[in-house]
């Protein structure tokens, strides 16, 4: 496995395929979860969705979790099978419960949203909570989003601008918009309109459309001098952000 992902990391899926193959017909569910994806994307082959679906059932039935959450994927998208959200959702909580971060992060999304299941502000939380502890930044973002709009719990918007500059720092630009907008408003937050256009620059440069809203109105206040200023910080690499 390990030679497979050195081949996968430098793009020569062919080779890693050669290596997963064997092993995922002698059963290893992490290999069948690998060919799956590899077919779901026409990496090292041609796309094929049909083989994608059988690839990653096998890789589901044997307990890999990125797997039910690949699998989840395809009924969640009605990618080479029909569209059934009641079972991508029973996959991604599959997942989630064996601590796959990025599954744990659309199971929070799919409760808060209540479009395809129905809506558990709370339990979307906690699933937040499990992702944002491995670093999935979309879900520190949603944390944030969670105590602004008091969503089974009071509002803190001292405690969303924490969550919000948690998945800013992390490289989210929706985290980045808010947090831009926080510092715009004042809300829970001192206002401070050179950081808010700095973090609204990055969340433009990210394609978030949150940004849009403030964008325009943010940049009306700066002076030249300001403006100026507020370019300099955004150019400033995240790790490094005062």
């Known amino acids: ?18 290596l997963w193959e ?6 290893n569910a992490r290999a069948q979860n ?16 049909d083989l994608a679906r059988r690839w990653l059932e096998l890789s589901a039935e044997g307990g890999d979790p990125v797997g039910r959450r690949n699998l989840a994927t395809l009924y969640f998208k009605g990618q080479g099978v029909g569209q ?13 419960g064996d601590g796959d971060g990025p599954a744990q992060d659309m199971l929070s999304w799919m409760l808060l949203e209540g479009e395809v299941m129905p809506a558990d502000p709370a339990e979307a939380r906690r699933w937040a909570l499990a992702a944002a502890e491995q670093g999935i930044a979309s879900s520190m973002t949603r944390l944030g989003m969670i105590a602004h709009n008091a969503l ?5 918007p001292v405690e969303a601008v924490r969550w919000w500059r948690k998945g800013a720092e992390a490289g989210d ?26 973090w609204l620059l990055r969340a433009h440069a990210g394609h978030s459309a949150l940004a849009d809203r403030f964008f325009d109105a ?3 206040t700066l002076s030249p001098e ?11 690499p995240l790790g490094e952000v005062p």
């Open 1 to 18: 496995m390990a030679a497979a992902l050195t081949h996968a990391t430098s793009g020569d899926y062919e080779a890693a395929l050669s």
């Open 22 to 27: 064997p092993l995922a017909r002698k059963g």
């Open 34 to 49: 690998n060919i799956g994806a590899c077919f779901v994307d026409g990496l090292g082959v041609e796309p094929d969705l």
């Open 84 to 96: 059934d959200y009641a079972r991508s959702a029973e996959l991604y909580r599959a997942a989630a």
């Open 152 to 156: 089974g719990m009071d509002r803190d």
């Open 173 to 198: 630009a929706d985290g980045q918009a808010m947090l831009g907008a926080a510092y715009h408003l004042g809300a829970g937050i001192p206002r401070d309109r050179v950081a808010a256009f700095a």
């Open 218 to 220: 943010v940049r009306a």
């Open 226 to 236: 300001e403006e100026s200023a507020a370019q300099r910080r955004a150019s400033i």
